[in-house]
């Protein structure tokens, strides 16, 4: 996992899961927005919900040039094939 070197690398991204959207949100170390995406939530299976959620992820670490943020509970597979 990325240790961030100074404290201003230090950034945050939080999830809203609802049942139509998945919204993600990039905070900086001084609580600044840096990104925020927003995707339908997917109606099947569990699986396709936690591979949307991953998606944003990955998607707003696109934006804001960082890669592999550390998933809460996160199972080492998920991000083998990012």
Do not use: F, N
Request: glycine share 10%; net charge negative; proline share 5%.
């Amino acid at each position: 996992m990325h240790q961030p070197s100074r404290e201003s690398d230090t950034m945050r991204i939080g999830i809203d899961l609802g049942g139509t959207k998945i919204e993600g949100l990039v905070l900086d170390a001084a609580g600044a927005e840096r990104a925020r995406l927003r995707v339908a939530t997917p109606q099947g299976p569990y699986e396709e919900t936690i591979e949307a959620i991953i998606g944003v992820v990955v998607e707003l670490e696109r934006q804001v040039g960082r890669l592999h943020a550390a998933l809460a509970g996160e199972d080492p597979r998920i991000l083998q094939d990012l």
